[in-house]
């Protein structure tokens, strides 16, 4: 995120800081606890006068997590209509591939919201996040209800594709790991 003059402020009515709050306010359509950028999804907000004199554009970069995400086309609806409801009509919403996104890029607690709401958080680093070692491990899921690490694994693809589904040993409830991406 870049940083915006008062002259450029002046301009265009509203600083990037404030353009990226209403960004980020944008909740994930399959995870609706989580915001796109407790996500780490929202890589970039800028805006640029309009050569016109008229409105501002905003110009909002996303990406997704993983390039098939049937969730981005809502997202996007949903940023343009944030967006709007803030009077600011004039947005451009970029989907960007590269780099891809890692579940390095959670926030904490975009973490911690998703254990509170029964999922269990990726756990360890993504060798797309530059932590790969020369030995990985698979690391125990933690019962989001209970803490227990007695849990397993049911099925490598859970409620969507970016989670896995797990059950615990001990309290005997079904859960969704957001697996590590």
């Not at 265009?12 to 944008?26: H, K, L, N, R, Y």
């Not at 780490?40 to 390039?67: F, H, M, N, Q």
């Not at 254990?115 to 756990?123: D, K, L, M, Q």
Request: proline share 8%; with cysteine.
């Amino acid at each position: 995120m870049s940083v915006v003059t008062e002259t450029n402020r002046a301009r265009t009515g509203i600083s990037e800081q404030e353009a990226w709050d209403i960004a980020a306010s944008v909740c994930d359509p399959e995870l609706p606890v989580l915001t796109i950028a407790d996500l780490g999804i929202l890589r970039a907000v800028e805006i640029s006068p309009a050569e016109d004199g008229s409105e501002p554009v905003v110009r909002v970069t996303i990406t997704p997590t993983y390039s098939g995400c049937p969730a981005m086309d809502t997202i996007r609806t949903d940023v343009h209509a944030a967006f709007e409801r803030a009077g600011l009509p004039q947005v451009e919403v970029v989907t960007v591939l590269a780099p891809a996104w890692t579940t390095d890029w959670m926030s904490a607690e975009g973490r911690a919201k998703l254990e509170a709401f029964g999922i269990a958080p990726p756990s360890g680093n993504s060798p797309a996040g530059g932590h790969s070692g020369p030995v990985r491990l698979a690391l125990q899921v933690k019962c989001p209800q209970c803490q227990s690490l007695n849990t397993r694994e049911l099925s490598r693809f859970g409620s969507t594709s970016c989670k896995a589904l797990y059950v615990c040993g001990d309290c005997k409830e079904p859960f969704d790991y957001f697996k590590v991406l």
